[in-house]
C-alpha cells in the first residue's frame, strides 16, 4: 500500500528540517499551531488534493527587534516563536518554510501560499521587513520573489544547521 500525501509530507519535512536533532529549530506541534493561529491565522497555509496535502507554508509575524535577534544567531526558531505575542504590532515576516511534494513542484504553489498569507497580515500590520534561514536554491528564490513582489528589504541569516529544504514555488 502507498503512503498518503500526509505521510509524505511529515517524512519530507522530518527527512529535511532535522527538528528532532535541533531543539532551537520550530517543532510544529498542535501547541505551536494553536499559537500561530492566535499569532494572526494565516501563519499556517496548505494546499490539498483529493490525497491530502501536497504543500504546506508557514511563516510568523513578529517585531523587528525580534527579527534582529533570529538574524544576530542570539535565537532560534523555537525562541523567536516564543519571544512573538498575539497584539503585538508587527514589522517583520520570518518565511520560516515551505514544503511541496515533488511532483507539484514548479507550480507556483508554495508562492501563492507565502502571497497570500503576508498579504493578509499586512492589512493590519506595517509590515516593513522580510528574514529567511535559506538553506536551498529554491527557497532563496522563493524568498527573492516574495521580498521583490511586496518590495520589501530581505534579510538573511546566513549560517547555523539547518539543512536542505524541499521549498518549490
Given at each position: 500500500?502507498?503512503?498518503?500525501?500526509?505521510?509524505?509530507?511529515?517524512?519530507l519535512?522530518?527527512?529535511?528540517?532535522?527538528m528532532?536533532?535541533?531543539?532551537?529549530?520550530?517543532?510544529?506541534?498542535?501547541?505551536?499551531?494553536?499559537?500561530?493561529?492566535?499569532i494572526?491565522?494565516?501563519?499556517?497555509?496548505?494546499?490539498?488534493?483529493?490525497?491530502?496535502?501536497v504543500?504546506w507554508?508557514l511563516?510568523?509575524?513578529?517585531?523587528?527587534?525580534?527579527?534582529?535577534?533570529?538574524?544576530?544567531?542570539?535565537?532560534?526558531?523555537?525562541?523567536?516563536l516564543?519571544?512573538?505575542?498575539?497584539?503585538?504590532?508587527f514589522?517583520?515576516?520570518?518565511?520560516?518554510?515551505?514544503?511541496?511534494?515533488?511532483?507539484?513542484?514548479?507550480?507556483?504553489?508554495a508562492s501563492?501560499?507565502?502571497?497570500?498569507?503576508?498579504?493578509a497580515?499586512?492589512?493590519?500590520?506595517?509590515?516593513?521587513?522580510?528574514?529567511?534561514w535559506?538553506?536551498?536554491?529554491?527557497g532563496?528564490?522563493?524568498?527573492?520573489?516574495?521580498?521583490g513582489?511586496?518590495?520589501?528589504p530581505?534579510?538573511?541569516?546566513?549560517?547555523?544547521?539547518?539543512?536542505?529544504?524541499?521549498?518549490?514555488?
Amino acid at each position: 500500500m502507498s503512503e498518503d500525501n500526509l505521510e509524505r509530507m511529515i517524512k519530507l519535512a522530518d527527512e529535511f528540517f532535522g527538528m528532532r536533532t535541533d531543539p532551537s529549530q520550530l517543532s510544529v506541534t498542535p501547541e505551536v499551531m494553536t499559537k500561530l493561529k492566535h499569532i494572526h491565522p494565516p501563519t499556517i497555509s496548505e494546499e490539498t488534493d483529493r490525497n491530502g496535502p501536497v504543500a504546506w507554508m508557514l511563516i510568523i509575524p513578529t517585531t523587528k527587534d525580534v527579527m534582529e535577534q533570529f538574524l544576530r544567531e542570539g535565537i532560534g526558531e523555537q525562541e523567536l516563536l516564543e519571544k512573538t505575542h498575539p497584539g503585538e504590532k508587527f514589522e517583520a515576516i520570518y518565511l520560516c518554510s515551505a514544503l511541496v511534494l515533488p511532483e507539484y513542484r514548479g507550480k507556483g504553489i508554495a508562492s501563492r501560499l507565502v502571497k497570500q498569507a503576508i498579504r493578509a497580515i499586512m492589512e493590519q500590520h506595517p509590515i516593513r521587513h522580510l528574514f529567511v534561514w535559506s538553506f536551498s536554491p529554491e527557497g532563496e528564490r522563493l524568498a527573492g520573489s516574495v521580498a521583490g513582489e511586496f518590495r520589501l528589504p530581505l534579510h538573511k541569516r546566513t549560517s547555523g544547521q539547518k539543512k536542505a529544504a524541499a521549498l518549490g514555488a
